[in-house]
């Protein structure tokens, strides 16, 4: 009886591991963003850091963002922290809203080693597919504290009638 117990107990720990996973890879694969330093990313020597995980030529990290969407808009909201929002371009192209930009490492300004790094920094570009055609021309974008929120029209929406149908 333990045996059968110790089986279905295995299953079904395995069974919750596994949908966990697969709800990680679909909401957080297009979340994962790769970032290549530029000539202005300015990022340390791999001499100067300790961190044994620095890879100067580039690294990963995870853009987090939501995409809200009512009868008039869609809404994104882009999580891209550090950085002067004059150092992000946002497009609409083929039915995906793309943001650029660039992420610039600042050096300490005094003596001493860097013995972690693992902000990302350097050129990135996302891409979020959106569900309806909109209005690029007409769209608006703010950036606060980290935030990017970019908010477009779209290109053709009917306010929700009512309709009675009546029954012979």
Same mark, same amino acid.
């Given at each position: #009886? ?5 089986? %279905?107990? @295995? !299953? !079904? *720990? ?12 679909? !909401?957080? &694969? !297009? ?8 000539? &202005? ?6 001499? %100067? /850091?300790?961190?044994?995980? *620095?890879?100067? &030529?580039?690294?990963?990290? #995870?853009?987090?963002?939501?995409? *809200? +969407?009512?009868?008039?808009? /869609? =809404? ?6 550090? #950085? ?5 371009? @946002? ?6 809203? @793309? =943001? ?6 600042? %050096?300490?300004?005094? +003596? ?15 891409? =979020? ?27 053709? *929406? ?11």
């Amino acid at each position: #009886m333990k045996l059968d117990e110790l089986k %279905q107990g @295995i !299953s !079904s *720990f395995w069974d919750s591991v596994s949908e966990g996973w697969q709800h990680l890879r679909q !909401s957080a &694969s !297009s979340a994962l963003t790769g970032f290549k330093p530029g000539s &202005s990313t300015n990022l340390p020597l791999k001499t %100067q /850091v300790d961190d044994a995980f *620095f890879i100067p &030529s580039g690294t990963w990290s #995870m853009l987090g963002g939501d995409l *809200f +969407e009512d009868e008039r808009r /869609v =809404v994104v909201r882009l999580e891209v922290p550090g #950085m002067d929002k004059n150092d992000l371009d @946002i497009e609409v192209q083929d039915g995906a809203l @793309i =943001v650029h930009g660039e992420k610039r490492f600042e %050096q300490e300004n005094t +003596e001493g080693r860097y013995r972690v790094l693992q902000c990302a920094y350097g050129s990135f570009r996302r891409v =979020v597919p959106l569900p309806v055609a909109v209005l690029a021309d007409q769209a608006q974008a703010t950036y606060r504290n980290g935030v990017l929120r970019i908010e477009l029209p779209k290109a053709e *929406f009917e306010k929700p009638r009512r309709t009675t149908i009546r029954v012979d």
